[in-house]
T-cell receptor
Framework: SAVISQKPSRDICQRGTSLTIQCQVD?????MFWYRQQPGQSLTLIAT?????????ESGFVIDKFPISRPNLTFSTLTVSNMSPEDSSIYLC??????????????FGSGTRLTVV | DAKTTQPPSMDCAEGRAANLPCNHS???????VYWYRQIHSQGPQYIIH???NNETNEMASLIITEDRKSSTLILPHATLRDTAVYYC??????????FGGGTRVLVKP
């Protein structure tokens, strides 16, 4: 399966600031996704990162709060803007589809643990 | 999107088979069932997926009922390292995975 490098692995940020999380994949992938996992909860899909165009956001998530870029088939960023303590979560990158057609599962990064103080 | 229903938690004995049920009664004919697990503080790990037929790999077996309204993930010989939250997910037409609450599995010695 694809290997995902997600950075940073964790951060502690001041409220009102922004943090950009990077997701780098070792092979070209068809689809990239961003998830949020609040403490003790399941994963919630934030958006699908589209290569060369605006991301597709799920209900409850907006571009102004979570701007996403995907300049090519192996890289994407998620920014958490104007942070508040309620944004404290684990943010995960996920990819689907690789050139190795035997890799048909979705792969997840190890996540970015964000604490807003 | 087809929703899944799983028991919130279950215990199983080390060395025994663990059978994890999942209901997905609104699944469409071309939607796949995926199983993932999440061990504490890690990203979800792929286990297995299937459409109609039963599937087996080195980690687990997936049994899908003939009407496809439910499935069971079988861990043949549970170990302590299998303690995790297990998610049953139906992949929608947009190729998105929507996670439900999952089943918290505790393997006991």
């Amino acid at each position: 399966s694809a290997v995902i490098s997600q950075k940073p692995s964790r951060d502690i940020c001041q409220r009102g600031t922004s943090l950009t999380i990077q997701c780098q994949v070792d092979s070209q992938v068809t689809m990239m996704f961003w998830y949020r996992q609040q403490p003790g909860q399941s994963l919630t899909l934030i958006a699908t990162a589209n290569q060369g165009s605006e991301a597709t956001y799920e209900s409850g998530f907006v571009i102004d709060k979570f701007p996403i870029s995907r300049p090519n088939l192996t890289f994407s960023t998620l920014t958490v803007s104007n942070m508040s303590p309620e944004d404290s979560s684990i943010y995960l990158c996920s990819v689907y589809g690789t050139r190795d057609r035997a890799s048909y599962g979705y792969t997840f990064g190890s996540g970015t643990r964000l604490t807003v103080v | 999107d087809a929703k899944t229903t799983q028991p919130p938690s279950m215990d199983c004995a080390e060395g025994r088979a663990a059978n994890l049920p999942c209901n997905h009664s609104t699944i469409s004919g071309n939607e796949y069932v995926y199983w993932y697990r999440q061990i504490h503080s890690q990203g979800p790990q792929y286990i297995i997926h299937g459409l109609k037929n039963n599937e087996t790999n080195e980690m687990a077996s997936l049994i899908i009922t003939e009407d496809r309204k439910s499935s069971t993930l079988i861990l043949p010989h549970a170990t302590l390292r299998d303690t995790a939250v297990y998610y049953c997910i139906v992949k929608d037409a947009g190729n998105k995975l929507t996670f439900g609450g999952g089943t918290r599995v505790l393997v006991k010695p």
